[in-house]
């Protein structure tokens, strides 16, 4: 953007001032038809300034191509700018005193791709510097949306003091990994009056690590909530990242290198054992998740609901077509290198590329009905999007996994030097209220649980229910035929179980070691389960660890245990995001927009759902959204460039 010649040329193309009163750039080339310009006043000026861009040496206002804006005070700093689709590169924007037509200051040449497409962006008066994400911007909210605020194309003009935009009391509610990832993003460009409110009593939400005894490096500890993260994918002999989790990965990179090396906070990445031996002992039949045909996805759906369809294909043959696409071939690839444009080429392709067909095809096309008709009539049946199905496919495919030494509790937890000022405890958010006269949105806390209108059906799995249990030795990794980590599904003689989790890490480890005795979703145990004494609950759990293990189950157990029932937990009863047909087409949109000043972010806005990065994605969304809001599109690029850009391919 720099050309030297054009500064001598300009001071002596302007005649009438000896210096300028004015500092005028963009710190980041225009590579888009949007962008800041940055002012500084370097000397006082008097009444309005009229910004104008064209020729490096023009002397009148009237000879620019085009205005830009009129800046009243001296309070502005910078400028949103929409390159007109018509404007020539290699042009300056000078600056013009309104009163008397002087000269008070202009930037260097600016450089960009002048044959760049515009489109027009509709106003909301409310909002002088919104940008919207979507279509009219660019922004794709079906694919690769940073691809769009890459390449930003319009808003409208306007001046802003950023200061004052920074300076914007902002709330993020709860603080959950996404809560988290959002303050992160805003406070690192600048955004200095933020507050974190949260209803439970720690960090990290629904990543939740419960220590039996000793601390993270004592290795007696069990995940209650997430448990590993997917890092590569072999296909065939080619090895992929799992490029949406490299966001976990780079999260911690950055705060390691914000806590300076504080080991306290130190997060490390160990290998997470995901299949460490091949039966289990006195098992009666149990097998280990994963080697059990995967039924989620499209259970439920059943011919009842698709009978009145028009398509002519039987409901067998839609499954059977369903079950070829699905396993892990191209696609699978392409998922695990881009998810986002995966997803988008899944909608433009359609379940069997039918024209014009998109992921819930199926459902709308087949079942005759609109996508309102299969989200509600559907809901709570069991009906889970196709897309879902694949994601959750390609994912339990993973072929390496990591989880973070000392438990997954640790990332959250790294965050507390960065927040600790800025978080409030222990109070929960009943109700959200906005205002569009004073614009600002009202949270309501009435401490009492009770949530009147705000009851949207959530398009959740169910509540989880985790049985915690410690022994004195990792004694199933000593067994003539040992268990080195891996989730088994217990056999049908132990009802209610649900999974057994062995350690996946620390493998070979000595001192006490903690398994999850049970790990159930399955409605008609964990609704049982709430209503058992919790003694009771532990001692049903420890009777089928000896059914399995025998005697030394009582020999090895140390008494300790820990449960959690999702259920009666309202911060965390909701396991994960797992929608149904049409939820993903009808929300997803919505969450691009903001409604009354309110940003919805949270796995469940993302395109992947369930995982951390999914929450980790939605931070930085959400982040992006807020800033072109308040006209801060440098920012946002930056923002995106620094969490988006690394991995996934930014063309
Ligand atoms: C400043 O801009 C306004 C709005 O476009 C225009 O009416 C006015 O003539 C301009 N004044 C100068 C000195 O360029
Ligand atoms: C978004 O914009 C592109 C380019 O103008 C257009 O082809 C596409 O159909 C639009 N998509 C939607 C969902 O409106
Ligand atoms: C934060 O925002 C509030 C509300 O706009 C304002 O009163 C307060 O001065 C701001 N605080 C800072 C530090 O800017
Ligand atoms: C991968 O396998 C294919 C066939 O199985 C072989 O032709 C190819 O050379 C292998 N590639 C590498 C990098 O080993
Ligand atoms: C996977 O990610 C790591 C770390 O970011 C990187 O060094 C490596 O080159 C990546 N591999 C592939 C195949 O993209
Ligand atoms: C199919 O759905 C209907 C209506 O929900 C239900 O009554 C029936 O039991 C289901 N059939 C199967 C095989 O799941
Ligand atoms: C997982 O990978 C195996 C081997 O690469 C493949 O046979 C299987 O179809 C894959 N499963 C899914 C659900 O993609
Ligand atoms: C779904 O219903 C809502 C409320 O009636 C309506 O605003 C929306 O346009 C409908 N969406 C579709 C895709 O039919
Ligand atoms: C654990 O120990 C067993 C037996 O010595 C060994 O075969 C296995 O490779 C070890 N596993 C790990 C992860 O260290």
């Known amino acids: 953007m720099k050309l030297l010649s054009a500064i001598p040329a300009l001071v002596l193309a302007a005649p009438l001032v000896n210096s300028f009163l004015l500092q005028i750039e963009t710190r980041m080339p225009p590579t888009s038809r949007l962008s800041n310009i940055h002012i500084t006043f370097l000397g006082p000026t008097e009444g ?20 830009i804006t009129t800046v009243q005070d001296t309070t502005v700093d910078r400028l949103v700018w929409v390159i007109p689709m018509d404007a020539y590169s290699a042009g300056c924007i000078s600056a013009w005193s309104v009163t008397t037509g002087l000269l008070l200051g202009r930037s260097d040449e600016q450089r960009f791709d002048a044959k760049a497409i515009q489109r027009r962006l509709t106003r909301r008066d409310n909002y002088p510097n919104h940008i919207s994400m979507d279509n009219s911007t660019g922004v794709d909210v079906w694919g690769p949306w940073f691809d769009g605020v890459d390449h930003l194309k319009n808003s409208e003009c306007s001046a ?42 720690r ?43 490299q966001l976990v990965f780079q999260l911690a990179e950055e705060m390691n290198r914000l806590n300076d090396g504080d080991e306290n906070l130190k997060i490390d990445f160990i290998t997470w054992y995901e299949s460490g031996s091949s039966q289990l002992p006195h098992g009666g039949g149990s097998r280990r998740v994963g080697d059990i045909p995967i039924q989620q996805g499209i259970v439920g759906v059943n011919d009842s609901l698709v ?22 071939k191209d696609f699978c690839v392409e998922m695990a290198t881009n998810m986002f444009k995966a997803h988008r080429k899944w909608l433009d392709r359609g379940l069997f590329d039918l024209a014009g067909s998109n992921e819930f095809a199926f459902m709308v096309g087949v079942a005759n009905n609109n996508a309102n008709d299969t989200h509600f009539g559907y809901w709570g049946r069991g009906a889970s999007s196709f897309w879902d199905k694949l994601c959750e496919d390609m994912y339990l495919n993973t072929t390496t996994w990591r989880t973070i030494d000392g438990g997954m509790a640790r990332l959250p937890l790294s965050f507390t030097p960065l927040v600790e000022d800025a978080v409030t405890f222990g109070r929960p958010i009943n109700k959200v209220l906005y205002s569009p006269e004073t614009q600002t949105v009202t949270l309501e806390s009435r401490g009492d ?73 399955n409605p008609a145990w964990t609704e049982r ?22 005697e030394i189950v009582d020999e090895q157990y140390t008494g300790r245990y820990s449960r959690v029932c999702g259920a009666l937990d309202p911060l965390e009863g909701a396991s ?34 369930a995982w951390i990065a999914s929450a980790l994605e939605s931070g930085i969304r959400g982040s992006v959204q807020l800033l072109l809001e308040l006209g801060l599109v440098d920012e946002a690029k930056a923002t995106v460039e620094k969490w988006m850009g690394r991995w996934i391919d930014v063309q």
């Open 529 to 550: 389960w709430i209503a058992t004494k919790e003694e009771e609950h532990v001692a049903y759990v420890l009777k089928a660890m000896r059914g399995i293990h025998g």
């Open 576 to 609: 994960w995001a797992d929608p149904s047909v049409g939820q993903h087409q009808l929300y997803l949109p919505e969450y691009f927009k903001t409604h009354g000043n309110m940003i919805f972010i949270g796995e469940h806005t993302s395109y992947t759902h």
């Open 307 to 328: 009978g009145s369809g028009s398509s002519d294909m039987s409901i067998e043959e839609i499954f059977d077509k369903v079950n070829k696409a699905l396993p892990c």
């Open 48 to 67: 309005p300034i009229n910004f104008t861009y064209g020729s490096c040496e023009q002397q009148r206002a009237s000879d620019s191509h085009h205005f």
């Open 203 to 245: 960090l990290g939400g629904r990543v939740h690590t419960v220590y039996l005894s000793g601390g993270p490096f004592d290795y007696s500890y069990q995940e209650m909530g997430p448990m590993r993260l997917p890092l590569t994918l072999t296909v065939g002999n080619v090895t992929y990242n799992m490029s949406d989790h």
């Open 160 to 201: 802003i003091d950023a200061a004052t935009a920074k300076r914007k009391n902002i709330a993020i509610v709860g603080a959950g990994m996404a809560g988290l990832m959002t303050y992160l993003c805003l406070t690192q460009q600048g955004l200095n009056n933020i507050s974190i409110i949260e209803g439970g009593d």
């Open 449 to 521: 649980g009770s949530n009147d209108e705000y009851n949207t059906p959530a398009p959740v799995t169910s509540a989880h229910d985790y049985v915690a249990l410690e022994f004195e030795t990792r004694f199933w990794e000593h067994l003539d035929e040992p268990i080195h980590g891996s989730c088994w599904v217990a056999g049908p003689e132990y009802p209610g179980i649900g999974s057994i989790c062995y350690p996946s890490y620390n493998i070979n480890g000595t001192g006490r070691g903690s398994l999850l005795g049970s790990y159930i979703s």
